[in-house]
């Protein structure tokens, strides 16, 4: 994830209170993880050995999902962890980088500021109004709905951390450099409670913000951080202000252009999308509609189903930190190891398992880049097979389950998570065979790339394979109680957790510090995947009053395409996309559009499920933008270069195209043990 956040500056001197704020964000993170953790487990031991459940814990965990999203930001952004698109900030010169990217910052402090504005309202709505949880619980709502306003503000004082100087900061030249900052978030706040005159529109707001936010760029960065700041919101602005009377088709033009405009100046993906749907309303739509910013936020996040993700990704960050990679590629290379190619074909192998336990592909593709990598370059293997074998390897983390993505896309498609996870166990496997068929392939025309295996004696083999024995108990645990009906997806993700626990306290890797440090890892990546998953459904909010996706249905049924070609257009629009957007991102980003395609065209949401999960993967390895790539170049410490890494990819990309278009023709692969599940 490092290699596209890049770190934008910071002042000479920081103000200490802002930082205490950050402090606090991570504390909160944290807390709100653990006691996720907790009040999940209890769930589930209360239930299963008691026979006693609780009223609570669905709805708490739900209220701890939007705390985890919001009071999270300010922690993330401190950590310069928010998703960006980078590759053309990062081929500027170092000045001119700098200066683009105080420039995003800025835009990003307004968009926050102007969140916090409505995200207030809402809350003072229902705070005047008592409004209440529906559930035997009761619970007044206002009360976790400020965390989402409380985590806003924390945000906008941790970007304002990001910004660089122009000059030394005096104590008087910072208050009256960031005074402007501060008037605009106390007038939005005080608008919000309804204590500014009702003369004032919400386009005044707007203005006003961005404006007063302007005014504190200049007076903090200088005048060329100002001028990249004009320079940048004008297109956009010309852009949706050109497209305010012209047709659909041109405003959809005109979202997608200034999308693609913003990501590709390095504002965060986040941000950006808020930033869309702030200037569709501000333009296009009544000002009424600003108000929909609040009740977007919190209903973005707060489900039961999403707190699963950062139960799955303590899990991973748990295991990854247990060494468990080794003992697999150990395990994997004892038992094929005088295969020609062996090594690659452990790799692969090693991979599946891993992102079985784990479910992240960044995770996968890290441990083992590290571990299986260097060992097949000192055993005289190409650099283009070998790490073209683990960036691969790395995709099947959102494949196999449990997955992050199938986690994201089930409540949004409205298709079960336990269904997605069987319809992808599979695939899952199908891939590994095309990606084993693909290495003999290679070894065939090329017997350089990899040298003949060593043979390895029974006993070796079945010692490694002891080492791997709990993971692979931790693997059926999970999946067991899944679908054995003991667990929701959640749940099982807390008893991934336990089980990880358990073996690292075993094997003598687990301690209170990498404990917070895989709390802070989970923190972290729920609070900027589920950022985006706001962001996305704010600007998702436009495109729906627009009626954007079903004039798409019109036009697509106007064109009378078949269901391959209508396929194959899907699949260039994700490869094309997967070359400059992260995966999560770009499910989030297409789902409003493209579901009432897929729905249109007849196709079963699960399946499509599996297949959109396929070409986000082949995003992970694709030039310029595959994260896996920049995760296995880093890895290898400049032994193998990016571009030998690309190359070896290639060959894998074309096994997951001729995978998806098998599916496509035989979908029952895909749909068959969900339907005998049932």
């Known amino acids: 994830m490092s290699t596209v956040v890049k770190t934008i500056g910071a002042t000479e001197r920081l103000p200490q209170f802002i930082k205490m704020f950050e402090q606090i964000s991570r504390t909160l993170a944290i807390l709100s993880v653990a ?11 209360g239930r299963s050995l008691f026979g006693v459940a609780t009223i609570w814990v669905t709805e708490v965990s739900s209220y701890l999902i939007v705390a985890i999203t919001f009071l999270g930001a300010a922690f993330v952004a401190s950590r310069d962890a928010h998703i960006r698109v980078d590759i053309i900030t ?41 409004t209440r949880s529906w559930s035997l619980l009761n619970a007044p709502l206002w009360i976790p709905q400020s965390t989402i306003c409380v985590g806003a ?98 405003q959809s033009l005109a979202i997608i252009g200034s999308l693609f405009f913003l990501l590709l100046t390095g504002l965060p993906v986040a941000f950006a999308l808020f ?17 929909y910013i609040g009740e977007r936020a919190w209903g973005a996040v707060n489900t039961f189903e999403f707190a699963a993700i950062p139960m799955f990704v303590l899990m991973g960050a748990i295991l990854v930190r247990s060494n468990a ?101 599979i ?15 290679w070894t065939m025309i090329d017997p350089k790339a990899a040298p003949t ?85 704010v600007m998702g909010f436009t495109v729906d009053f627009l009626a954007m996706p079903q004039n798409l249905v019109q036009f697509v049924n106007s064109q009378d395409l078949s269901n391959l070609a209508l396929f194959g257009a899907i699949i260039i629009l994700y490869l094309i996309l997967g070359m400059f957007v992260e995966p999560i991102s770009m499910v989030l980003m297409t789902l409003p559009v493209v579901l009432p395609v897929v729905a249109a065209a007849g196709w079963d949401p699960l399946w499509f499920g599996i297949v959109l999960v396929m070409l986000v993967e082949i995003g992970l390895i694709t030039p310029p933008v595959g994260m896996i790539l920049y995760v296995l170049s880093g890895v290898a410490e400049g032994k193998v270069t990016l571009g030998q890494i690309s190359v070896g990819t290639l060959p894998f990309i074309f096994a997951f195209l001729a995978m998806i278009f098998l599916f496509f023709f035989v979908p029952s692969l895909v749909t068959i043990l969900p339907e005998l599940a049932r």
């Open 35 to 45: 006691g996720m953790f907790g009040s999940i487990l209890i769930e589930v031991i």
């Open 90 to 130: 990062s081929r500027l010169q170092t000045g001119l980088s700098h200066v683009v990217q105080s420039a995003t910052t800025w835009i990003s402090i307004a968009v926050c500021i102007l969140v916090l504005w409505k995200t207030q309202a809402f809350l003072t709505e229902n705070f005047i109004s008592d």
């Open 153 to 250: 503000l924390m945000l906008v004082l941790s970007l304002c951390l990001k910004v660089k100087s122009k000059k030394p900061s005096s104590i008087f030249y910072t208050a009256l450099a960031y005074s402007p900052v501060i008037f605009s978030i106390g007038f939005v706040l005080l608008d919000s409670m309804e204590q500014i005159p009702a003369t004032v529109e919400a386009r005044q707001v707007v203005i006003l913000t961005i404006g007063l936010v302007s005014v504190s760029a200049f007076l903090v960065s200088g005048h060329k951080v100002f001028l990249a700041l004009i320079l940048l919101l004008t297109p956009v602005v010309a852009f949706f202000a050109l497209a305010s009377t012209a047709t659909l088709p041109l």
């Open 275 to 291: 930033a869309i749907g702030i200037s569709a309303m501000y333009f296009w739509l009544p000002q009424v509609t600003f108000s």
């Open 325 to 425: 990679s080794t003992e697999m590629f150990m395990a994997a290379k004892n038992a094929l190891g005088r295969l020609r190619g062996g090594l690659a074909h452990a790799s692969i192998l090693a991979s599946g398992v891993f992102a079985a336990v784990s479910g992240s592909s960044l995770a996968t593709a890290a441990t083992m880049g590290r571990v299986a990598g260097p060992e097949m370059i000192k055993e005289g293997y190409r650099p283009e097979l070998a790490y073209g074998v683990l960036a691969a390897g790395g995709t099947l983390g959102i494949l196999i389950p449990p997955s992050i993505a199938m986690i994201v896309y089930g409540p949004i498609a409205g298709v079960p998570v336990t269904d997605l996870f069987l319809a992808g166990i």
């Open 427 to 441: 695939p899952g496997i199908l891939m590994i065979f095309a990606f084993v068929l693909v290495i003999i392939i």
């Open 453 to 537: 295996g060593h043979a390895v004696s029974w006993s070796d083999k079945i010692r490694s394979l002891i080492g791997v024995g709990p993971f692979l108990l931790l693997m059926l645990m999970v999946l067991g109680s899944l679908y054995m009906g003991f667990a929701t997806p959640t749940e099982a993700g807390a008893v991934g957790v336990l089980g990880a626990i358990m073996i690292s306290a075993f094997r003598g890797t687990f301690n209170f510090s990498e404990l917070v440090a895989s709390l802070e890892e989970a923190a972290l990546v729920t609070s900027f995947l589920l950022m985006i998953a706001v962001g996305a459904s």
